[in-house]
């Protein structure tokens, strides 16, 4: 399974190229012209931008980088192992500071009486 910025950058430049196939299509069979603004227009600039931003996110930069992961599932899973290890340490650290804490109350406790 890829990364989801993988996955994200090439429905990105797959939708740009489909826009780009469709206009190419509306001006090889006459139903759109150059020459007038129109519907085509739109669709070119949402095409140019679509591909712009699938192929910066497929470099690692564009305001799109922060917003999907390129770890990969080995990374992913390492990461949240380690995760895991530390909030067990930390449960464990924890758990070790109660104890203490009330061996010294039960201490203090046995003190006063």
């Known amino acids: 399974m890829h990364p989801p910025a ?7 430049i797959g ?9 190419g299509f509306a001006l090889q069979n006459t139903r759109a012209s150059l020459t007038s603004i129109n519907a085509l227009h739109g669709f070119a600039i949402v095409a140019i931008i ?9 470099n690692g930069k564009g305001p ?3 917003q999907f992961s390129t ?5 992913m899973a390492a990461r949240v192992r380690e ?5 067990k340490r930390s449960s464990d650290v924890n758990n ?11 201490n203090e406790l046995s003190e006063e009486e």
């Open 6 to 12: 993988v996955a994200v950058s090439r429905l990105l």
């Open 15 to 23: 939708s740009g190229f489909g826009l780009l196939l469709g206009i």
């Open 50 to 58: 679509c591909l712009t931003l699938g192929w910066q996110l497929s």
């Open 64 to 66: 799109l980088a922060s």
């Open 71 to 75: 770890e990969t599932d080995e990374a």
């Open 83 to 87: 995760d895991i290890e530390d909030v």
């Open 96 to 106: 070790a500071w109660a104890e203490l804490e009330a061996k010294v109350l039960t």
